[in-house]
């Protein structure tokens, strides 16, 4: 019988026997119990139904004999291989080396010494006591009933966990300290999963042991809005069997270094268990669903399971069920056997570097470990089980169409079995979804289409798969492919890919906390060092110094010949914008205490805020203007996402629509003495037609800096211009929020709200103290003892509030408040231009600016124009904004977009101009100047724009000092890039590659010293 024909009668086979069984169902369940005592049952702990037929379908038959024919081909055409081939040879000689002459390295060696030698030296029956049968449970939404809502948070998940090998058999609350399992909080609820022979236990809350008999779930914790039930005793075996994949990678490591066969044994040892195990661990979601079958059925069929099959403690689980389908609460997002998500996946190219390792593995006596049935199990049962589980979500054997953030680390893992096992196949489908997962979820400028943290979170998983399959040398005529693969020569999106982690980055490291990016997040330190060893001219020298703190790591170790790393301690990040991820990030000073403004409009995208025109601001090293970024999946996520936490303006007290917003840059240029940013977005506000902002970064001595802010917004009925700091928050003593020039209520005490998930504790401001009719000009200044923020408004508006919102940006921050001023207007189809000074305190504490003030402007300049004046200890500054015609202010006579004009104490006056056609202070300055080169595109490569029109004449020569941008559209967004040099018809630009184009614009710039 050939294979097609086989595999045909066995999908007929499987077919029919489901379609049998599910029918058979059907009969049963309408003629001994309805669904709804189906439910009742299972929620209550029984196990079989009584119309339930005990052992395994034939549908699960049918579908198994699929699966391992799926093996059999993979393992038949598998190419030579020799071992060790993850890490080489070589690799292995040069760790050596670095470990002899390298304390980081010594180190390394040392902790992965420690723990294989705290395993082997373990008595018999260890492993199979670690690695239990029973399947691990879940840790999301882990909840601490001793201290939750004091100390911590309802389903704050797994950072409450601690555990050690010392005492395996328990947990201890990271908060309170407190042990489970404990007689105090019986797991007395029991999940019964009878066909497949397992049995699980859970805790139940206060509440759902005054309610026995609501199984709804309505009283359980909640995580993401779902019932979650706590299994001390499952996340006992998770933690356990965590550890023995960790001493799993080390015994083989510490073998592969010192060829000590004691190492070698039980990690063969642990790699046998874990094929036993794995093979029958049950499929479940991290909504606590578990499948009572085949678990790779339930991974190939999980959203058309018959009801019986399905387990839970909750019956609102069941909601959408019919008697002959149900489905899981997740997917293979969210589900798995080892972990509920993606089955953490990305472990098993770490037991394919083992196996690896310890391929040739042998005793003392040169005796082969390794016999043919313990290699056929671990490489049928664990490595390929576990990779075949992934395949559905990846759209299907041998597919890579899936393109999210979590397919990189199912791609990832095939890239390690194919060249662990020589699978060509697995090989060319890793690379296939390589390439999906950068074509589709990554944009032109290297940036994912979601948040710094996401994309970090991508690059992870995604950049290991050219590493892994670096060197992979293509079997003859195999199919579409041939040569070596070398993606660092012959990919150039995956170098764009790499720099753009650098070039994001705040000056101590840390990813900027925009959308979905935990505050405290960093790039990993294995993209850090990849990128040093691949792409040095772009890493080497360019990297804030505190990343060095965490290298070298394993990578390094094998890879690099000196461990040596260096950073400049001056080091200047560039400032930029990503075209793509449209993100202006404004920077001045250097090193670790510079200071960065970051404006992000970006279009619509996964893990983004309805935050466009926000800003996020740190000043000389210290956060001034913040963004709560992201707390894992936690309830408090819902006033961070909202545009009503962020710095901007809300209209009619709604938050910012994302789906379809259409955001623009308007201009932008760098130069020594200030940089400006200026962007709109529509579609945000059914009401608006107008909503722009313009940030200019005023750069005085060493890092330190101020921010002009000019908010333009037309439509709706109430315009709220918000600003909050991250100075003068809750956790800090001897802190205020103080108002001059105008009379503020008293503020009543923060709240202490500690771990509470209440909504009016973690959504919405409250204390709101407030003075209507305003000055036209006014502080507040939030302190602290050794920093001060001064906001500047300097323009007329209705009325004034001050109050406290949640200020939560770890799981370690429950219960922090941050200090919110609203200054709102209001009117019929209302029209504000809030125009605001962002004003740090300098190194000694003062505050820079003496004065400031908005100047009147002559009506010719057009309704748009502003004018302020500020006098500071760096000099005295006149900024002019959209001046349509031309008119004289202090004795400038301006006319055009945006203009500053500085005179510096003890130097040299200077002036900035962008768009402008004069601007002229007695003989110092220009006039009649073109203001702009606009017009359609003739044709573009991705660097150089042939123009349809010519470039004005009297063109100004821009200094080199000087970044200015075209301003270009494609038909859909209009965004900006870096000009490298303009000639009669061309435009150079540099760093990122441009799409087709279809119109463009560049303004003239002027940066002038006298």
């Known amino acids: 019988m050939n294979r097609s024909m086989q595999l045909s009668i066995c999908l007929i086979i499987g077919f029919l026997g489901q379609r049998l069984h599910a029918d058979s169902v059907q009969a049963r369940l309408n003629n001994t119990a309805d669904k709804e005592q189906y439910v009742t049952a299972v929620t209550r702990g029984e196990g079989y139904m009584p119309w339930q037929k005990p052992g395994i379908s034939d549908a699960e038959q049918a579908f198994r004999m699929e699966i391992e024919n799926m093996k059999d081909e993979y393992l038949a055409a598998r190419a030579t291989v020799e071992h060790p ?153 998770a933690e356990k069997c965590g550890y023995m994949l960790s001493a799993l990678r080390s015994l083989a490591l510490v073998y592969a270094l010192e060829s000590d066969p004691k190492y070698a044994a039980p990690a063969i040892e642990i790699l046998t268990r874990l094929a036993h195990c794995y093979r029958n661990w049950l499929y479940h979601d991290y909504w606590d669903t578990i499948a009572d079958c085949d678990p790779m059925y339930a991974a190939w069929h999980d959203r058309e399971l018959p009801l019986e099959w399905k387990r839970h403690l909750c019956a609102n689980a069941f909601a959408n069920d019919s008697l002959d389908k149900a489905a899981m609460l997740q997917g293979y997002w969210g589900a798995g056997r080892y972990h509920p998500s993606t089955d953490n996946i990305g472990v098993l190219a770490s037991i394919c570097l083992a196996y690896d390792l310890l391929y040739n593995a042998s005793d003392m006596q040169g005796n082969a470990l390794w016999t043919s049935d313990r290699r056929s199990v671990v490489e049928r049962d664990l490595i390929l089980e576990w990779e075949l589980g992934a395949e559905p979500y990846l759209g299907g054997h041998k597919k890579a169409e899936n393109s999210n953030n979590k397919a990189p680390r199912i791609y990832h893992a095939q890239a390690a079995v194919a060249k662990c096992l020589g699978i060509p196949v697995l090989a060319d489908t890793a690379l296939r979804g390589y390439q999906v997962v950068r074509d589709e979820s990554f944009l032109n400028d290297g940036f994912s289409t979601e948040s710094p943290s996401y994309t970090n979170m991508y690059l992870s998983e995604l950049l290991c798969i050219p590493e892994v399959l670096y060197g992979f040398v293509w079997p003859d005529g195999y199919s579409g492919r041939k040569g070596t693969v070398d993606l660092y020569r012959t990919d150039t999106r995956l170098q764009r890919m790499y720099r753009s982690v650098v070039d994001q980055l705040r000056p101590d490291g840390r990813f900027l906390p925009l959308s979905d990016t935990n505050e405290q997040s960093g790039p990993s330190a294995g993209i850090i060092e990849i990128g040093l060893a691949r792409y040095p001219e772009f890493f080497e020298s360019r990297l804030p110094g505190t990343l060095f703190a965490s290298l070298p790591t394993e990578y390094g170790i094998f890879h690099f010949n000196s461990l040596v790393f260096s950073a400049p301690s001056d080091l200047v990040m560039p400032e930029i914008l990503f075209p793509a991820w449209m993100t202006a990030i404004l920077r001045h000073g250097a090193g670790s205490l510079s200071s960065v403004a970051a404006f992000p409009f970006n279009p619509e995208g996964g893990h983004r805020h309805d935050d466009n025109l926000a800003l996020f601001y740190v000043d000389s090293g210290r956060t001034i203007l913040g963004d709560h970024g992201y ?251 959209e001046f349509a015609d031309e008119a004289i202010v202090e004795d400038i006579r301006f006319q055009g977009r945006f203009g500053v004009y500085c005179r510096p104490p003890g130097g040299s006056n200077w002036l900035f101009a962008l768009g402008a056609k004069t601007m002229i202070h007695e003989t110092f300055g220009f006039s009649d100047m073109p203001t702009e080169w606009r017009g359609g595109v003739e044709n573009n490569s991705e660097s150089v724009v042939v123009s349809t029109t010519a470039r004005p004449a009297k063109w100004p020569d821009e200094s080199k000092e000087v970044r200015n941008y075209l301003i270009a559209s494609d038909g859909k967004y209009t965004t900006g890039f870096p000009v490298d040099e303009m000639r009669e018809k061309e435009i150079h630009t540099t760093r990122f590659p441009l799409p087709p184009l279809e119109t463009f614009q560049v303004f003239a710039v002027q940066y002038r010293k006298e």
Request: include cysteine; hydrophobic fraction near 35%; charge should be neutral.
């Open 631 to 881: 707390v894992g999946d936690m309830p408090v996520n819902a006033w961070i996402k909202s545009s009503l936490s962020h710095n901007l303006v809300i209209v009619d007290d709604k938050g910012q629509v994302q789906k379809g917003r259409r955001p623009s840059l308007l201009m932008m240029a760098t130069s020594p003495g200030i940089s400006v940013c200026e962007a709109s977005s529509d579609g945000i506000y059914d009401s608006c037609t107008e909503y722009r902002r313009l940030i200019g970064m005023i750069k005085g001595p060493d890092s330190h800096s101020f921010l002009v802010d000019i908010f333009r917004v037309t439509g709706g009925a109430k315009h709220i211009y918000r600003i909050f700091s991250e100075l003068a928050s809750s956790d800090v003593a001897d802190a205020s929020l103080s108002f001059e020039g105008l009379s503020m209520p008293d503020e009543p005490p923060l709240p202490q709200v500690g771990g509470s998930l209440e909504r009016k504790d973690i959504f919405g401001l409250r204390d709101v103290r407030a003075t209507d009719n305003p000055p036209p000009s006014w502080s507040a200044v939030w302190q602290e003892t050794d920093r001060r923020y001064r906001l500047r408004l300097l323009c007329p508006v209705h009325r004034v509030e001050a109050s406290n919102g949640p200020g939560q940006r770890t799981l370690n921050e429950f219960g922090r408040r941050v200090r919110y001023v609203d200054s709102i207007r209001h009117g019929q189809n209302l029209r504000s231009t809030f125009v605001a000074i962002h004003e740090p305190c300098g190194g000694n504490g003062d505050l820079p600016i003496k004065a400031a003030q908005r100047l009147e402007v002559p009506p010719s300049a057009g309704e748009e124009a502003v004018a302020i004046k500020i006098l500071s200890a760096w000099g005295e500054y006149v900024i002019l904004s």
């Open 85 to 237: 081939v993850l890490l080489t040879k070589e690799d292995l000689e040069r760790a050596r080396r670095n470990i002899e002459q390298n304390d980081s390295a010594r180190n390394w060696f040392v902790g992965h010494k420690r723990l294989a030698d705290a395993v082997a030296s373990r008595p018999n029956g260890y492993v199979e006591n670690m690695i239990s049968e029973l399947t691990p449970a879940n840790t999301y939404g882990f909840t601490c009933p001793n201290c939750v809502g004091k100390n911590s948070q309802e389903c704050a998940g797994s950072s409450l966990i601690d555990w050690s090998p010392d005492n395996p058999d328990v947990i201890r609350c990271r908060r309170c300290g407190q042990v489970y399992p404990d007689e105090q909080y019986p797991e007395t609820a029991v999940l019964r999963c009878p066909r497949m022979g397992q049995e699980f236990t859970y805790y139940l809350n206060d509440r759902e042991r005054l309610h026995p008999d609501d199984r709804t779930g309505q009283y359980a914790w909640h995580w993401v809005g779902y019932p979650m039930h706590i299994s001390f005793s499952g996340v006992v075996r």
